[in-house]
């Protein structure tokens, strides 16, 4: 039973003479519990991916289902209860005027929660932050300290699934340890699905299971993460990454 | 004699709070080599390396009992004779390509420009000379690069071009700041090499500052590893992997690896003794 699936993914840019093709043809499915990582160098469209999943590309073809269901052009809102993403830029995905609290509060009362109050301090334990930074403001807070509260507010909605868009590569190695050890952690508690884009070979390789690598739009290879670590890639492409991030 | 030799050098900014020390009294010489800078933001490596060519602005103070260039003291320079070492004899690539080139002028104006400051040539042969700057960054249709404007070129060719440019002057040093941070991993390699090529041609001196410690083991002569502002460990850059210092291996270790999967990465414990004790001379 697969979580995500993407069959014959294709998204583009503009038309006529300036259309860019995104991504093409691009297919994989997620397991439930699986965490599927992305790799590829920047302008190969993996981000592309997770944003075409969440609806943030107006014009996509294709198809992709969440939990076996197809889900149409038009997001309904139920989607947004079961697919969440954290942003790659912890200093520029979070309003700078709006406190933790706020931040939380919002999301947690359009998603129809009532019992805001608990949920915002049991969220911020989640994430290891605690209570006493419900009311600061995102410029009070360190780089490591942000990614945990866009964390915090994609679980929120309690989602199945969690679309992470290069969640540390803003971030120290010191730090990085910490958010990967966290998402390792929330993921084996709250049974979430990953996909995760990163360029950062090792850090998939710590995270996920299964990979797929992307070039130029394409997935050029899908394969387990022991062929990744005994470095027996098929694809040249993925050798050529492989040979220059070791 | 050494090429830069850094003395007790302090970076202070005054704030509400206090006095807020960037730098506390880090010393270390250059040769001809490559020299390594390492540690997380806010540990005072970009400041360091601003701080040698007289950058920091003011309320930022500067400190030290001396910074020499070959035994020229750049903390007695007047403004204006700063103006002579800056690019001449020192240049510095920034990190992000986007921010360090002239976003309304095309990049062969911005080359042939810096090349005619620092020589004395017509035009023409000034152009002539960025051709043959934009081919030695090895980029492919220099004559396409040079109409362009900075936005029309991709990160890693920003990055070549900038590099291109800091070598006009052929200066003794060049002080590299997270030159490749903001590049691909493939990209990455190809900007190193050049640097490399042209630091072991040319006989330069390279300070490297960056956060990548795989990248400073593979590709420097010479570690500084800096907690805090301060120095807490020297090590040669092929030794950087058995490095004593708590801090230094806890950085390590909290990097995963694709030859030694973990459940769990290890994170640092940072002890306050570390950014007490007195900072460790980089001086050779």
């Known amino acids: 039973m697969s979580m995500l699936s993407v069959e014959n993914l294709s998204v583009w840019f503009g038309g006529g003479r300036d259309r860019v093709d995104a991504v093409k043809h691009a297919s994989f499915s997620v397991g439930v519990g699986e965490s599927f990582g992305i790799v590829g160098e920047s302008g190969s469209g993996k981000s592309t991916i997770l944003r075409a999943i969440l609806g943030l590309t107006p014009d996509w073809s294709g198809a992709i289902s969440v939990d076996d269901q197809p889900i149409t052009k038009k997001r309904q809102k139920t989607f947004y209860k079961i697919v969440q993403m954290v942003f790659q830029d912890p200093y520029a995905s979070l309003h700078p005027r709006h406190s933790v609290d706020q931040v939380l509060g919002e999301t947690l009362y359009l998603h129809g929660f009532r019992d805001i109050d608990a949920r915002v301090v049991q969220l911020l334990d989640d994430v290891g932050l605690g209570s006493k930074f419900r009311f600061r403001y995102p410029h009070q807070l360190s780089g490591g300290q942000r990614q945990r509260v866009a964390i915090a507010r994609a679980l929120a909605p309690e989602p199945k699934i969690l679309l992470l868009d290069e969640p540390t590569s803003a971030l120290d190695v010191s730090v990085q340890a910490e958010i990967l050890n966290l998402l390792t952690d929330l993921r084996a508690e709250h049974n979430l699905t990953y996909a995760m884009v990163s360029h950062d070979l090792s850090v998939v390789g710590h995270m996920c299971e299964n990979l797929a690598v992307m070039k130029d739009g394409e997935i050029v290879e899908i394969m387990g993460i022991d062929a990744l670590r005994n470095n027996q890639p098929s694809h040249p492409y993925s050798k050529e990454l492989l040979a220059a991030s070791v | 004699m050494p090429l830069l030799d850094v003395e007790n050098l302090w970076v202070k900014f005054p704030s509400r709070q206090g006095v ?263 001086r050779v």
């Not at chain 2, 941070?181 to 001196?205: C, F, H, N, P, Y």
């Not at chain 2, 990097?255 to 999967?261: I, K, N, V, Y």
């Open chain 2, 20 to 282: 807020f020390d960037a730098v506390r009294g880090v010393s270390f010489t250059l040769g001809r080599e490559r020299l390594g800078i390492v540690g997380e933001s806010g540990s005072g490596k970009s400041m360091t390396g601003r701080a040698i060519l007289r950058l920091i602005r003011p309320p930022g103070i500067v400190t030290a009992d001396k910074i020499s260039l070959e035994g020229d003291d750049l903390m007695l320079k007047s403004e204006k004779e700063m103006r002579a070492v800056r690019g001449q004899r020192i240049s510095m690539v920034m990190q992000d390509p986007k921010f360090s080139l002239n976003p309304v002028m095309t990049i062969g104006d911005q080359i042939i420009e810096a090349y005619r400051l620092a020589n004395k040539s017509s035009k023409s042969a000034a152009r002539i000379k960025s051709i043959e700057m934009l081919e030695a960054v090895s980029i492919r249709n220099p004559e396409r690069v040079m109409r362009a404007y900075p936005h029309e070129m991709s990160g890693g060719m920003g990055q070549r071009i900038m590099i291109a440019m800091m070598l006009i002057p052929n200066p003794d040093i060049l002080i590299a700041d997270e030159p490749t941070s903001a590049l691909d991993v493939s990209v990455q390699r190809q900007v190193l090499d050049i640097i490399d090529k042209l630091v072991t041609e040319r006989g330069m001196g390279l300070i490297f500052i960056s956060h990548d410690l795989n990248l400073v083991a593979d590709f420097c002569d010479r570690v500084l590893i800096m907690y805090a502002g301060r120095i807490v460990e020297v090590c040669d850059a092929d030794k950087l992997r058995d490095a004593q210092h708590p801090y230094t291996r806890g950085l390590l270790n909290s990097l995963p690896r694709l030859d030694a999967p973990r459940d769990k990465l290890e994170v640092l414990k940072r002890d306050p003794a570390w950014s007490e004790a007195p900072s460790v001379s980089g």
